[in-house]
């Protein structure tokens, strides 16, 4: 079963556009975490969300607890965010999950 | 700027041998964890580890597995007899306390069971 589903699971944008990447998940939790993977594998926090709307530079992430979905919003796009975002949740007790990743490509 | 760092940087062993990944937290961290992610899965729970004991662990953590923080600073990851399926990327991380704050991800270290 999978705790955690993101949608899409790929996505190419040119250059300047308005991204979204989803993610929802199905136990209850503590926290959620948005992160970047580059082509050469480490791993970034990008965002830690319990609530609301937290932004950062040109990134947004948004968490609706009730409805028990987030996403992930990235304005004017840029080739450098070409990466794979992962949504993962902190349940209780410091255990997490996973999303299969967005793998996003900005083309110039 | 302090990081996680990990060591070795790719581990190639035989199936059947034990394995020590070996993980550097940051300092003043308190909650460490180790993930896997098989080439082109999730990345996947393994272990988190507070206050010198496992305070967390999924199912993939059997008893093949161990963590230990062995002297205040490394924080280590035992495979006991590798299979082929434990080739992976594992990655380490920490952060100031649990809950409501990001962690620090390794760089991981690549794991080749042949």
């Known amino acids: 079963k999978n705790e955690v589903e993101q949608s899409p699971q790929n996505l190419t944008a040119q250059e300047g556009e308005f991204i979204t990447i989803n993610c929802s998940y199905s136990v209850g939790i503590s926290a959620l975490h948005w992160l970047q993977q580059h082509p050469g594998g480490g791993i970034v926090s990008l965002f830690m969300?319990?609530?609301g709307k937290k932004k950062h530079g040109r990134l947004i992430a948004t968490i609706n607890i009730q409805e028990k979905h987030s996403s992930l919003h990235i304005t004017a796009s840029h080739p450098r965010d070409s990466a794979v975002y992962i949504c993962?949740?902190?349940?209780?007790?410091?255990?997490?999950?996973f999303g299969t990743g967005t793998s996003l490509t900005v083309i110039p | 700027e302090p990081e996680v760092t990990q060591t070795p940087s790719h581990q190639v062993t035989q199936m059947g041998q034990e394995v020590i990944l070996r993980c550097v937290p940051i300092?003043?961290?308190?909650?460490f964890y180790w993930y896997r992610q098989i080439l082109g899965q999730k990345v996947e729970f393994l272990v988190s580890?507070?206050?010198?004991?496992?305070?967390?662990k999924s199912e993939i953590f059997d008893d093949q597995f161990s963590v230990e923080r062995p002297d205040g600073s490394n924080f280590t990851l035992k495979i006991r007899s590798t299979k082929l399926e434990d080739s992976a990327m594992y990655f380490c991380?920490?952060?100031?306390?649990?809950?409501?704050?990001?962690?620090?991800f390794g760089p991981g270290t690549r794991l080749t069971v042949l």
């Open positions: 300092s003043n961290h308190l909650y």
């Open positions: 969300l319990s609530s």
């Open positions: 580890f507070y206050n010198n004991e496992i305070s967390e």
């Open positions: 991380a920490s952060r100031v306390r649990g809950g409501y704050n990001e962690q620090f």
């Open positions: 993962a949740v902190e349940g209780g007790g410091n255990q997490f999950y």
